[in-house]
């Protein structure tokens, strides 16, 4: 997974995400790519802006 980006709010609830690359080994030989999701997502700065 790479790092998680900068929240996309500084107050009242933003989202900040991380993408994940199969390259752990990567696929080879017609090996299939890595099953579940790419892309994890979730909220950041929940506090009310004042």
Known sequence: WSEW????RGCD???RRR????NSP???HG???CSGER????K???KACP
């Open 26 to 28: 990567y696929p080879a």
């Open 31 to 33: 090996g299939k790519d």
């Open 13 to 15: 609830g933003g989202n």
């Open 5 to 8: 980006t900068n929240c996309s």
């Open 39 to 42: 892309i994890q997502e979730e």
């Open 44 to 46: 950041c700065q929940t």
């Open 19 to 22: 993408h994940r690359f199969c």
